[in-house]
């Protein structure tokens, strides 16, 4: 799983390689990220121990807004060429802050597409990365509530091997149903089924 991340971080070094300062400066999928500070908050986890997670979430009252706020500042560049080369720096990290090596593959995942989707960038995780974090996301609520989503329903990858629980089918890309797992409403449109109308109520 190790390989997984490493690559999905290559990757997304790759693609925004040649970003302008707007696109830098847009807003991301991801809550009220600019792209420059989803990106930083990727390096962030990729340099986080259990330890310093622990550490940084008590000196943040146990607010993961604030904890994630602070350590992605601490990612950030002088310039987005800057934040760019902390993030390339970090890509073969091995750290991470829990024994979960699929929920930090999640965060590469997920935050990659939150970068990708509104620059309007076509790369994104494999097929096997995504299989993997689909898997992780409908059995555990980690980092996001992604079992809370998934309960009840039937999950279907038109793509790859994917499926999981039963009633109602939700039926799209792995990709697509990662990102509507993790609550992304953006993704809706690219996921069919029964189930659809319940998702989108539960995110």
């Known amino acids: ?8 971080r290559k990757e997304l070094a790759d693609d925004l390689a040649d ?12 809550e009220s990220w600019t792209v420059e500070e989803a990106l930083a908050h990727l390096t962030s986890a990729a340099r986080m121990t259990p330890f310093r997670w622990i550490r940084s979430m008590a ?6 807004d604030v904890h994630n706020r602070r350590r992605l500042n601490e ?11 902390k993030f390339r720096a970090a890509i073969s990290s091995t750290t991470a802050p829990s024994g979960h090596p699929a929920a930090w593959l999640g965060e590469i995942v997920v935050h990659g597409q939150d970068i990708r989707r509104p620059l309007g960038l076509y790369g994104g995780p494999s097929v096997e990365a995504a ?4 898997r992780f996301f409908v059995s555990k609520n980690f980092a996001v509530n992604s079992r809370n989503v998934a309960i009840g329903l039937r999950w279907e ?3 790859g091997p994917f499926y999981s629980g039963d009633g109602p089918i939700v039926r799209g890309t792995t990709e697509a149903l990662v990102m509507v797992l993790a609550g992304r409403r953006d993704y809706l449109a690219d996921v069919t089924g029964d189930g659809v109308e319940t998702v989108s109520a539960r995110i």
């Open 1 to 8: 799983m190790t390989d997984q991340i490493i690559a999905a």
């Open 19 to 30: 970003l302008t300062e707007a696109q830098w400066a847009a807003p991301s999928l991801c």
């Open 59 to 64: 000196a943040a009252g146990f607010r993961p």
């Open 75 to 85: 990612q950030l560049g002088v310039t987005p060429t800057e934040t760019l080369a």
């Open 131 to 134: 299989t993997t974090v689909a």
């Open 157 to 159: 990858a038109v793509d």
